[in-house]
């Protein structure tokens, strides 16, 4: 049977998020079949396993974590933000060579990094709001004429994300974003619905767009902002699919395929757009989405008719898969050699 070790926990923001997806994804994987071992990374960098530290240190610990992922067929990360969905893991993983649920190193640090994105975003012909990129050391020579989004270039959950729409509020939300990241991305604000679309790769390599779910939030203040608040207090309603034209829904569609494939994401991967009259615009993408049973991308799939479990090992397969062919190319360069 396939082991598969379950990682979860982290020392970004999403932590907590980060362990209910983890426990989530471990019971459905028992549920299906997989032999499941889990680890967590606590706030402190520590490794553990059945909440005790593997090591006095995180350098101890990992040792200990990578005697445990050694023993792995595939590990499945549940990890958000820095040091796991930027690519940290899945170096980790090459290097010990384990096979990895998700998107390799390259995708996971360029679709962590907000502003690398939109040049991305850009190049294939993907619309992204207008922007700037400031550095925490000149936030205080920034002005604005109109509303804009403040936000930390790496970090996830809407976590030191700010609407601002008076000039007197713009250095508090500088300051804010500054304590998650510092480079600091500050863009017009989009007028449109906020759109999300679940693209997968498959075990046999072809990748598929889930029906659109279309995000309806009220923040506090009276916005539509999809804030950290909004997307765990339960205010938010998600109606899936969405409500779309033939036209909306391929235009949405394509557009997170090719980013998908811009980025060379593995595994799956949440595109988020505003649509807009004139289409969709890129707002974000995230290679290890919430994995939680509520969150967006498990309602996406099982609009598809792909359960929760189902998901779930269909990204230890691929990742399976990855891991295989890789082997051949390996195997076929040598002989050729």
């Known amino acids: 049977m396939t082991r598969v070790l379950v990682v979860g926990g982290g020392q970004s923001t999403e932590h907590e998020v980060s362990l209910a997806g983890a426990a989530g994804v471990a019971a459905a994987l028992r549920e299906t079949g997989f032999v499941v071992d889990e680890i967590t990374i606590g706030r402190d960098g520590c490794w553990c396993s059945d909440g005790t530290a593997l090591g006095e240190s995180s350098a101890q610990s990992l040792r200990g974590a990578l005697e445990v992922m050694a023993r792995a067929d595939v590990v499945f990360p549940v990890l958000h933000g820095l040091n796991g969905e930027d690519g940290s893991l899945a170096a980790l993983c090459n290097l010990a060579g384990v096979p990895v649920v998700g998107s390799d190193v390259r995708a996971g640090a360029i679709g962590m990094?907000?502003?690398?994105?939109?040049?991305?975003?850009?190049?294939?012909?993907?619309?992204?709001?207008?922007?700037?990129?400031?550095?925490?050391?000149?936030?205080?020579?920034?002005?604005?004429?109109?509303?804009?989004?403040?936000?930390?270039?790496?970090?996830?959950?809407?976590?030191?994300?700010?609407?601002?729409?008076?000039?007197?509020?713009?250095?508090?939300?500088?300051?804010?974003?500054?304590?998650?990241?510092?480079?600091?991305?500050?863009?017009?604000v989009v007028r449109g619905?906020?759109?999300?679309?679940?693209?997968?790769?498959?075990?046999?390599?072809?990748?598929?767009?889930?029906?659109?779910?279309?995000?309806?939030?009220?923040?506090?203040?009276?916005?539509?902002?999809?804030?950290?608040?909004?997307k765990y207090d339960g205010s938010a309603r998600f109606t899936t699919p969405a409500d779309l034209t033939r036209r909306e829904r391929t235009a949405l569609t394509a557009a997170a395929v090719r980013m998908f494939d811009a980025l060379g994401c593995g595994g799956v991967a949440?595109?988020?757009?505003?649509?807009?009259?004139?289409?969709?615009?890129?707002?974000?993408?995230?290679?290890?989405?919430?994995?939680?049973?509520?969150?967006?991308?498990?309602?996406?799939?099982?609009?598809?008719?792909?359960?929760?479990?189902?998901?779930?090992?269909?990204?230890?397969?691929?990742?399976l898969a990855v891991q295989a062919k890789s082997a051949n190319a390996r195997a076929g360069a040598e002989a050729a050699g």
């Open 193 to 230: 619905r906020e759109i999300d679309v679940s693209v997968l790769r498959e075990a046999g390599g072809v990748r598929w767009a889930t029906p659109p779910l279309e995000i309806h939030a009220a923040a506090a203040d009276g916005s539509a902002l999809f804030d950290t608040a909004a």
């Open 270 to 319: 949440r595109i988020d757009f505003f649509l807009t009259e004139d289409g969709p615009v890129l707002n974000e993408v995230n290679t290890m989405p919430g994995m939680t049973a509520r969150s967006q991308v498990p309602r996406m799939f099982q609009a598809a008719g792909v359960g929760y479990g189902e998901l779930a090992g269909r990204l230890v397969e691929a990742a």
């Open 113 to 188: 990094d907000k502003w690398a994105t939109k040049l991305v975003a850009e190049a294939v012909g993907i619309r992204t709001a207008r922007g700037v990129l400031v550095g925490s050391a000149d936030i205080g020579d920034v002005e604005f004429e109109s509303p804009v989004v403040v936000k930390p270039v790496a970090a996830g959950s809407s976590h030191g994300v700010t609407l601002v729409t008076d000039a007197g509020e713009l250095q508090d939300a500088l300051w804010l974003a500054s304590r998650f990241d510092d480079r600091i991305l500050i863009e017009e």
